[in-house]
């Protein structure tokens, strides 16, 4: 993937997906830094891809900063007002040792239905005879995303 980064001269730096939160310098002389992954990396791609949603709307906050509506999604990066805290619960059950914790995330609806689908094959493998407890947890978790 690349990456298109303008310099202040108005001149479009083009650089691969390794240099992410490097400075590089422009044909004017100035050092651009190029966004890391965590700063907004997607924000800056150049290629055109139709799934990607739009970055999320800006609004003016009383301190004068534009500020991102909504929360930041753990997976994708991206602030969404749909962001939610979700509670997920994992079991390990092996003869007769049970081993549970339950993982506090905050994600997209689109991201926790991807983590949902994702890790559902290997949570009932290995919650065996428990795996009623981990479909119905995770399921109320499904339905949780589309509310």
Known sequence: MSIRVDCECGK??????GAAGTLQTCSCGRSVEIPSIRRGLR??????????????????????VNQP?????????RYDAHTKGYTVLHIVFVFFFVYWR????????????SYLFARLPLALIMANFLSPIVVVWWFVLLLRTFF
């Open 69 to 77: 509506l909504g929360m930041l999604c753990g997976d994708c990066e």
């Open 43 to 64: 924000a800056y791609s150049t290629e055109n891809d139709s799934t990607e949603e739009d970055p999320a709307p800006m609004e003016f906050s009383e301190a004068g």
């Open 102 to 113: 339950t993982d506090h995330m905050y994600k997209c609806r689109r991201c926790m239905r």
């Open 12 to 17: 479009p730096i083009i650089v691969d997906e």
